[in-house]
């Protein structure tokens, strides 16, 4: 009963095969191969445009490199108080961009409010003595498992560029928002003013397979230097592109993507039945219920894995009493029907003990 | 025909099946699983010691935490002056460490040659305003195809240590040089005054897998972080487990690069029968023939894949004609004896055009 | 008329003519020189211990070395959220750092509450995945013209040290301080906790003359060469250390502040009687009025000289209307009575007028 | 008898006037007063055309901030092996620009040589793997005394510019190499070639006023937030400003620079008299003679104060003896004529003992 991270899961076998499969022969390395080439085209096909691709094998990678492309050491960029950027990057976007400030705006649900941000940009700030913002962080889905509609990220980057930002979206969890939504890759990006996406398919199936997409080429800047001097462009380039190849094929990421939301709808529907509190809506594929205590040690007891949370994003006059735990439970393209159902009796069964008392 | 590199080739079979095996279930992320766990202690039994792994996927990047490691940023490195760390990695090291200056020292043959460090060393410099020497960085085997024999990576070490640098080894073909030399790793390494190494698989048969290893835990620093920032911390840490699990079973990883180097070694003796010059001794999986002009051109009608090369690390002496070119051959695990004989086959008929003008 | 900052004043006659005094002949450069050794023993007397000294020129360059040498990259620095560190340095802690993070407390007066301290320290955080904090930065007196009791910096330290940060004062108005509290600067530092200090000399009387001020020897890590690296370290260092020797001879500094100080005790006295609220108290040489909009203007018009001011450092419930404006009012060792007089009576005179709307 | 080096002396009698007399009243800080406006107007009429001026204090911040601008972290700067950015700055042109490499060349004289940057350029390199060279900067006068005549100038920043490189000039002893080439300012810089100048005023009579003069505006980039956040953008930047003010009225610098041009050739031909070796023009005012052993210790222990030297730039063929001494002497705008003279004496009389062995 993995219901710690989506990154405990393994990866997609259609993922696997594809990596088999692309072995044979001798290839160009350092991306020059056809397999890079083609993961390319399809981006473009996805997103309805010509774009710049540079294929990286982690998330942080991808947001620091997209970061430090929109926002000189000197200027700060906006995001979300918990944002996976500014709160377990071990300072990464610091690190890419020389030393670039991230801001962290609070906002309920994870999502970065837009009054928020036009308050931050209300105030004058004066150079050469105060770091200017320069780019805007967006999470889609967001950390706390809710969803930006394409209307709130359109208002927000509108805003954004209005004072000039440019405007990221870390896509970690790209596909469970997509599918939520029912947007088109295009709509949910570059049409509502996404400049620069981290497009991620490790949590969604891949080994390790993510891609910083530039939509707009001018600014793609120099990530191919800034890739390079990381240490982030593989020799054997082959072996991510064909990940996300066979990802992007027969909209499989969707498919997989859909399965984790469903598990999640499964699991929230289950645990709202057992009278369990979710304060935040369960958008995508993690959900954030508060746990008796008892049941919390009940569905450790059975063996399931997931991680107590702490946030400071949850509807104001939420109450987690002294005996309840708030935690935070992932699905994933992998997980059981079984899993979640056995979870939801475990936690039933924990309820009931609470309830006696 | 691949002698372009041996980063051309894909992945060994053993390390692809090891790939597809460990994907069952679910696993701690971010190197908690017990792969991970495995594969550190079967890199402590090979180099019959303690050790500190950190896993990454690009060798640029395990050199570049290593020297991040050893020499702050107003600190030197001494190098090779066409070692892949100087030449090729886009300052991976001056941007990891901060600003360390790579002074890069000639040398035939790849080689850093003991009195030119002794030279360097011998030079008074005043701080704070000079940068001084940190750390030596060697490459085993050499970017032009040698091998230090551990005598000489002994008397280097002892030198550095005497000054108080550290000393790193890059080990892209680590198993090449090993096999050649006949060594245990621990004789080529630690026990020659090696403090942190570079730990190839990558070029030998793995998909991307590299280490950074810390023969002294007091010398690994904070390496964890500098990884996690950087963007190097896989979340589905298994995979590069997985993959360097495999390839050190059974020697497996020994063989791979015996291959190799007999592909390297029959080529090598192939071309010298044609009277073929090859200034450096072939000491593992390079080779850098001087191929008359109507021979390149014969063998890439054929479609040989090879690299022209410039060094200036020939012998003092070596005359390259006008009508000739300097070329790199890199022989891999997954060359054929096919491959290297109709290679030579072609040559032998371009020598005979070349000498009936 | 000018309260616009310490920083329009110039120097005092005593500084310049110990510029003047110590040109003559030939000195050893870059701190060799017996002007420097000389300041480094009176600042060991001033402060009652062995110390080390970096001199600088401004206190950007003495917050950026101190907190850089306390916060490696990956860790973050605890100060108020309108420190100037964190505000108006244009990210000069993030630079020398090499992308440390600054996290901005708030609390009332711009001092960073005991409390906010432990609250931040109690959150449990995970390496390598989250920047832990390293230091805790204070400054004395705070951007908003209070200061910190002896004993307030003593609890803020020792919670600091109980958790393994580092403590750093920002003493840009150090004297000023000092003088309010009536301690000795070895009380209202090291005695107290303090780690490192930017000792300013410029704001109250000198040219351009700051010093890190490094108590225990152990700390000062490698600031000569981060100072060097940064191009801080003066040719002719003569000069520096000349100003901050008039500056600490026969107490001078402290007479400087304590002027500055009562020059800003007689405009705040003379605001109250005039029915100006001040809604922070008026400990050192700045003072933070809410002035109706006509006063403002009318004492604009009398061509004083004075910053609005926007700050969230004002104690919960302080009302600013529509017609009026925070101002910062900033005396220095220049300013003189008759300036604060005139200023006073313009405002009662603009006073007069707005009363009779 | 100081020849240690020209940051020894002091500064001019009319530089410490101007910083008396601006120190009246007050005035706007960071750079918003009348003086620096001043000055940036008057070097607007020195170089004969509009410019952008960053006033900094010492002659490492002003190479570093101008390197920083012209090259990215992954560009490389060409300079002479034994430049100042290079040899002596510990590292702050990797600092400030994120760790771009400094590239040493080789050249007689400290002179870089035409052939030498165009045999560099020549070498194709690979994006995103190598560092691409985007600037050129050259030392004028030299570290090793000696001055590019305007038309050498010119050569090299057309070969730059012909290779898309920005050309940077260290001027820390500007005024002495313009008065050797009896140059306007304008010929000997933009009208030549020169991008971004280092203008010294420091070396040449000043207190440590120097200056980043930008000859095109669109090459300005961010060198004001880049100062700031260096720590370089002084409060009271007035004083740096006058002593420039004062430095540049009524050709005072060329004054300044004459006499310890005209120093340094007295000194020069004197030691020629004696027989002493000089293996360098004198063009400037640095001299670096071969003195017998006996010489160099007769003028140690007569009090005079130079610095031994180690230099790979001397004309080829140059031989020192086993019982001889590299030395550098350094003249200044203090340097009286007694002083030569008495060195003289000392040397003549060594030279005698010499001789009678």
Same mark, same amino acid.
């Given at each position: 009963m993995n219901f710690a991270s989506d990154n405990w899961a393994g990866a997609a076998p259609r993922v696997l095969e594809a990596v %088999? =499969? $692309? @072995?044979?022969?001798?290839?160009?390395? #350092?991306?020059?191969?056809?397999?890079? %080439? =083609?993961?390319?085209? =399809? *981006?473009?096909? /996805?997103? +309805? =445009?010509?774009?710049?691709?540079?294929?990286?094998?982690?998330?942080? &990678?991808? @947001? %620091?490199?997209?970061?430090?492309?929109?926002?000189?050491?000197?200027?700060?960029? *906006?995001?979300?108080? !918990? &944002?996976?950027?500014?709160?377990? +990057?071990?300072?990464?976007? !610091?690190? #890419?961009?020389?030393? %670039?400030? *991230?801001?962290?705006?609070?906002? /309920?649900?994870?999502? $970065?409010p837009l009054e928020a941000v036009a308050r931050h940009l209300a105030v004058p700030r004066r150079v050469p003595h105060q770091m200017i913002p320069a780019a805007l962080s967006l999470t889609q889905s967001t950390e706390l498992g809710t969803v930006y509609s394409v209307d709130e990220i359109g208002a927000l980057a509108e805003l954004a560029h209005a004072h000039g930002l440019g405007v990221h979206l870390d896509g970690a969890r790209f596909a469970n928002a997509l599918v939520r939504l029912g947007a088109t890759p295009a709509e949910m990006t570059w049409r509502a003013g996404v400049d620069i996406l981290s497009f991620g398919g490790t949590k969604n199936g891949c080994i390790a397979a993510e891609a910083v997409i530039v939509f707009d080429a001018e600014r793609a800047g120099h990530i191919a230097e800034r890739r390079m001097r990381g240490g982030h462009l593989l020799s054997k380039s082959r072996f991510v592109a064909a990940q996300l190849e066979s990802y992007l094929a027969a909209d499989h990421w969707l498919d997989l993507a859909a399965h984790a939301n469903a598990a999640a709808a499964r699991l929230a529907a289950g645990l709202a039945r057992l009278g369990i509190r979710i304060p935040l809506a369960v958008e995508a594929n993690q959900i954030f219920p508060i746990l008796p205590a008892g049941v919390d040690a009940a569905l450790r007891a059975a063996g399931a894995a997931f991680h107590p949370w702490t946030t400071a994003s949850l509807p104001e006059g939420t109450a987690i009493g002294e005996d309840e735990v708030l935690v935070r439970l992932v699905t994933s393209f992998a997980t059981r029907d079984e899993e979640v159902d056995r979870f939801l009796a475990v936690a039933a069964q924990g309820m009931r003990e609470v309830n006696a008392v």
């Open positions: %088999a =499969r $692309v @072995n044979e022969g001798a290839m160009r390395a #350092y991306g020059g191969d056809e397999v890079t %080439a =083609r993961v390319k085209a =399809r *981006l473009c096909d /996805v997103f +309805e =445009r010509d774009l710049s691709v540079f294929l990286v094998v982690t998330g942080t &990678a991808a @947001n %620091a490199l997209s970061l430090a492309t929109l926002a000189q050491s000197w200027r700060s960029v *906006l995001c979300h108080a !918990e &944002a996976h950027v500014v709160d377990v +990057e071990c300072g990464a976007t !610091e690190f #890419y961009s020389g030393g %670039a400030k *991230l801001v962290g705006l609070p906002g /309920v649900g994870g999502k $970065v």
